[in-house]
């Protein structure tokens, strides 16, 4: 008889190693199961943000399609200007569009404008000067008659002064038109 009672507690620990195995295998298919959901959900949540990632370069990169055709657009605009400009003083070449057209006429009267308005301020520039240097004298003239020589040799001085910034006026004028 005693032989069979350790006979039954071994049986008993085998079924209880068993059970215990099963029972492990089980728990471990749950977890790698939760696992799997728990990486299927983040690759999804990953697969959403790089979606998102990628609207965003999307629409960077039409904004900056956009902004080279515009670039592209007003460099041709500049580069008529500039032919325009280039050849404004001489002979102005024919374009077929009719807005250069136009640009060319408009910077045509707005040189000879130019013109007019740049012999005009020196005719001003001129007569200011003249009078001013008039005014000059008188003023140091009175001041000498009424007993302020200092006053008069100030005035003077100044008069000398203006004359010595017209030298310097003509020969800034005479520099930048070469």
Avoid: W
Avoid at 115 to 144: P, T, Y
């Amino acid at each position: 008889m005693r032989s069979e009672k350790p006979k039954r507690s071994i049986a008993n620990m085998d079924v209880l190693q068993d059970i215990r195995g099963l029972l492990l295998t089980a728990q471990e298919g749950k977890s790698s199961v939760q696992a799997d959901l728990r990486e299927e959900t983040e690759l999804k949540v990953e697969i959403a943000r790089c979606r998102e990632e990628l609207e965003r370069y999307r629409g960077l990169a039409q904004k900056q399609q956009e902004d080279l055709e515009r670039l592209r657009t007003k460099n041709e605009e500049l580069a008529a200007n500039l032919n325009l400009v280039r050849f404004g003083k001489g002979e102005v070449p024919t374009f077929p569009n009719a807005r250069v057209e136009a640009l060319n006429r408009e910077i045509a009267q707005l040189e000879a404008r130019k013109c007019e308005l740049a012999s005009a301020l020196s005719e001003v520039e001129d007569l200011l000067q003249f009078k001013l240097k008039e005014l000059l004298e008188r003023i140091a003239r009175v001041h000498q008659e009424i007993g302020r020589g200092e006053v008069a040799i100030e005035f003077r001085k100044a008069g000398d002064c203006l004359e010595s910034a017209e030298s310097l006026g003509y020969f800034l004028r005479a520099l930048l038109n070469e």
